[in-house]
């Protein structure tokens, strides 16, 4: 069955990074993840047209997150189907496709919180409205456990796979054990250098998730991770490679975890500062991290305020509408 089932890397390139969508080819065909508004156009669509495929003959549109470089082409895609594609996005974070506004206010709550300059926070929401094309009503609002038929025998089951983002899934590949994990794991991080993970707990039991009980035999990601000597490793990975990454996304999150308990708790807390790194200026110099945090996305400030919030416990699982 495996040489049966047609599986499509598209990556979606946006200003200095990506992020992939996959097609999988069915009676009912699917498309995973969507890039940014112009990705239908720019990518998605030629990189179809070269295998065949045309867009309208697209049945699902499948969102693994509601983050804008995943959900941001959603709206082109669908209206490229002509409307008739089913839309599916995990149930907790479905305000986020059907108001794009709900965007911003997320990008307030974390990283905006932290970029003080009111020009810069301009700028970011300007890029966060730009790249959304515009707001869906979901035709289907999944949890773990549903399951979604593509015809001919072919059918996914949700995996709720939480942490880089509270409502992220997984869409699993019955039979075959494909996993499309996006941004659910995210090795030693991507191109800015780390990983971006809103709520830690979430995150690792995720991965212990896909790693003890999912067990998947191929991992398809939402970008290019690195691995532990900083390079950037296949966003599709197979066989023996699922549990290596899996085990080097764990073995982050415990370097991310322990150095943040030690400079964030106890007589070793951090304090404002007037550099880039705002309160988390030691953290960046232990970490060796260098990246601008005041870029989109703020994978820094997304990151360090998860583990702060664990470590105050505030990181336990909340209502996303209360988040």
């Not at 699917?30 to 003959?57: F, N, Y």
């Not at 691995?227 to 599709?236: F, H, M, R, T």
């Not at 880039?276 to 820094?300: K, M, N, Q, V, W």
């Not at 105050?312 to 699982?317: A, L, W």
């Amino acid at each position: 069955m495996e040489n049966l089932v047609r599986i499509i890397p598209i990556e979606c390139k946006f200003g200095p990074v990506s992020a992939f969508a996959y097609y999988v080819d069915a009676v009912e065909p699917a498309i995973i993840d969507t890039g940014v508004h112009i990705s239908a156009t720019q990518d998605i669509e030629p990189v179809l047209a070269e295998h065949g495929i045309r867009m309208e003959d697209i049945r699902w549109i499948l969102l693994t997150h509601g983050h804008v470089d995943h959900l941001g082409g959603a709206y082109a895609v669908w209206e490229k189907t002509g409307r008739l594609a089913k839309v599916v996005i995990p149930k907790k974070e479905a305000r986020l496709l059907r108001d794009c506004n709900e965007q911003i206010v997320d990008y307030k709550a974390l990283q905006g919180k932290y970029i003080t300059d009111p020009v810069i926070q301009e700028k970011h929401i300007t890029m966060l409205t730009t790249d959304i094309g515009g707001n869906i009503e979901p035709e289907l609002e999944v949890e773990d456990g549903d399951h979604i038929s593509l015809g001919g025998g072919l059918s996914l089951t949700v995996v709720e796979t939480p942490g880089h983002s509270i409502g992220s899934v997984t869409f699993v590949l019955d039979g075959l054990n494909f996993a499309f994990a996006a941004d659910a794991v995210q090795m030693y991080g991507g191109l800015s250098g780390l990983p971006t993970i809103e709520k830690p707990r979430l995150y690792r039991e995720s991965i212990h998730r896909l790693l003890e009980e999912v067990r998947p035999s191929r991992l398809y990601l939402g970008h290019p991770f690195r691995n532990i000597n900083g390079e950037l490793q296949s966003a599709q990975i197979t066989g023996d490679e699922v549990a290596s990454v899996l085990q080097a996304s764990l073995e982050m999150d415990a370097k991310l975890a322990d150095v943040v308990q030690r400079h964030l708790s106890g007589d070793t807390r951090t304090h404002e500062s007037d550099g880039i790194y705002g309160p988390f200026e030691s953290i960046a110099a232990e970490l060796g991290y260098t990246g601008d945090p005041r870029h989109l996305p703020c994978t820094f400030f997304v990151s360090i305020h998860g583990y702060q919030e664990e470590i105050n416990g505030r990181g336990k699982y909340n209502d996303p509408e209360k988040i």
